[in-house]
């Protein structure tokens, strides 16, 4: 389990351990450096689910980071005889061509080319990604947001779409997965402000740029063919401690 420990992994892990199988963590944290292979064995694994991420806008760093932990685990799958590579992607990457998105489009090639049987899910964000935004920016009492459509979907939905996906074996790539229902980024981050008791003032920004027209034109929501969670952003967040 490559990223066992960040907020989708650690839904995975658990839903996997839930139904029986045995989970190892790949991290930084149980010892294992994925992004220079330190220490990555995979002897006797079935099947590596990978959700590793890396904080950056920046597409040199994406790509570099998703280039070198790749590299790492399809070589020592290879290498151990891993029947099954299971990648965790993002809907909308082909067409929003900047940043981060690229570092994912190099992951999902050289998966697709990388000789171990491949699974590739693509979902929206998570209902997380409003407060991370807040968290990220704040100018005084002012929190500026980008003007975006969105469609999040709970991380333990993804989790389990995973582990289906670990059960059912390779399938190359499969259905992208979105949530229940399209918001406005601007009302997810006033509805947390307000849930949480937070006082600031929420400025919608519309991004310059094709990653700020991506954000506005939709190609970061699911389109025909998707499947798509349960849990809406309000139940989530009804959840949430205040």
Known sequence: MAGGTGAVGRHVVDVLRERGHEA????????????????????????VVDVTSVSTQKQAEAESFFGAVTGHLLEAGKASGVGHHVVLSIVGIDDAPTGY?????????????????????????????????????????????????????????????????VEKGPAGRVPDLGGPREERMADMARAYLRHTGRRGFVLPVPVPGAGGRAMRDGTLVTGAGAVHGRQT????????PR
């Open 233 to 240: 952003y309000a139940e989530w967040l009804a959840a949430q």
């Open 24 to 47: 190892v963590v790949l991290a930084r944290s149980a010892g294992v450096d994925l992004v220079t292979g330190r220490d990555l064995d995979l002897g006797g694994v079935d099947a």
């Open 101 to 165: 998105y690229r570092g994912k489009v190099l992951q999902e090639r050289l998966v697709e080319e990388g000789g171990v049987p491949w699974t590739i899910l693509r979902a929206t964000q998570f209902h997380e990604f409003a407060a991370q935004i807040l968290a990220a920016l704040r100018v005084g009492p002012l929190h500026p947001v980008p003007v975006m459509r969105n469609e999040p979907v709970a991380a333990r939905e993804v989790a389990e779409h995973l582990a289906d996906r």
